[in-house]
């Protein structure tokens, strides 16, 4: 039922939660900001959380949650012979209550075999009957300050917006040696990563390359380039296009590169999840949205130090400065330095 909330009486018999939102990156590490939240009011209750097999390192060391349930990622036959496996799984673990923020036609089937009690997901044109409370889902806050808004059938009002995403110490170790090495001062290099899997989010090669040569020239800052697998040859060719050199950074991994954003003073790229992974380690940043995502969404908007440039009339595929200008960039990262 929409708006409808658990009772005192069926809360305190809450023993186990499970939470879904298996996929994709940048949904699942905001889901984090709400964790500290949920163990206040559940603090000796088992939290448990279901992920596809790629995203788990994303939680592997949150301190809210007590257990994973691991998916693996499948196809045509596999794909239902592992949901099923899924199901079963879940079922012997007899979860009081099932949180489905993923909200898909696969997680719904999920919720509704569960054979979980109370069962709390969005209200949306589908499946709704599996759901016994349900909350509208709005496309114009931050998501993660949205999601909590999943958990008011529990009584709980309160928000936060705070991703979680813990830095190894070997990985801050490593990765402060190599700034050391290179001579590098902690909140004094901006990071850029140019490489993204979707098209329409890139970001044009000399625009990337014209901002740099702009923060390099008027600037007592270092630049730093981080890549991803096979994202090395368009950061190179974007180096290439430059008069003052940046600094390539080394292999890392998904670790180490978050230990890199722990200490950048600014991180500028367009929308993708590694804007999600420097928002987790509170480094201000810049995202250049393109035509199909929303920056209201996206982005941590309602905080100052995390901004983001979106042309809402530009039309043109093809176009893959988005209609964002590197002047725009530079304007609006003059405008951070001031407060950063």
């Known amino acids: 039922m929409l708006n ?30 709400y964790f500290p939240i949920l163990r206040k009011k559940f603090p000796n209750v088992k939290i448990d959380y279901l992920i596809q097999r790629p995203y788990k390192l994303l939680l592997e060391d949150n301190p809210y949650l007590d257990d994973l349930i691991i998916m693996e990622k499948k196809k045509g036959l596999d794909y239902y012979l592992e949901r099923l496996r899924v199901v079963k799984d879940i079922r012997k673990r007899k979860y009081d209550l099932v949180i489905d923020q993923l909200r898909s036609s696969g997680s719904a089937q999920i919720t509704l075999f569960s054979g979980a009690k109370h069962r709390i997901g969005w209200n949306l044109k589908k499946w709704n009957f599996v759901y016994n409370y349900r909350r509208e889902r709005s496309n114009e806050r931050y ?26 110490k070997n ?18 290099f901006v990071v850029f990563s140019p490489g993204t899997p979707i098209l329409a989010k890139q970001w044009s090669v000399d625009n990337f ?38 600094i390539l950074a080394p292999p890392t991994t998904f670790n180490e590169a978050a230990a890199v954003l722990k200490r950048a003073k600014i991180y500028i790229s367009q929308d993708g999840g590694i804007n999600h992974l420097a ?13 199909h995502t929303n920056p209201k969404k996206w982005q941590a908007w309602h905080k100052k ?15 893959r400065t988005l209609g964002v200008s590197s002047e725009e960039v530079y304007k609006k990262f003059k405008e951070m330095l001031e407060f950063i």
């Open 209 to 246: 390359a014209k901002l740099g040569n702009m923060i390099l020239e008027n600037h007592n800052l270092d630049l730093i380039f981080l890549w991803g697998p096979k994202e090395d040859i368009l950061c190179k060719e974007i180096i290439s296009k430059m008069e003052k050199k940046p």
């Open 305 to 319: 130090e995390y901004s983001y440039l979106k042309n809402y009339n530009h039309k043109d595929k093809n176009d």
């Open 171 to 188: 990985s801050q170790e490593k990765i402060d040696n190599w700034l050391k090495e290179s001579g590098i001062k902690e909140k004094n």
């Open 4 to 33: 409808k909330v658990i009772s005192d009486k069926d809360l305190k018999k809450i023993k186990k939660i499970l939470i879904i939102q298996y996929k994709p990156f940048g949904d699942v590490l905001i889901n984090t900001a």
């Open 279 to 291: 928002i987790s380690q509170k480094c201000p940043s810049i995202a250049i949205f393109g035509p």
């Open 143 to 168: 998501y993660a300050l949205m999601k909590c808004e999943l958990l008011q059938p529990l009584g709980i009002n309160e928000e936060s917006s705070d991703l979680y995403y813990n830095v190894k």
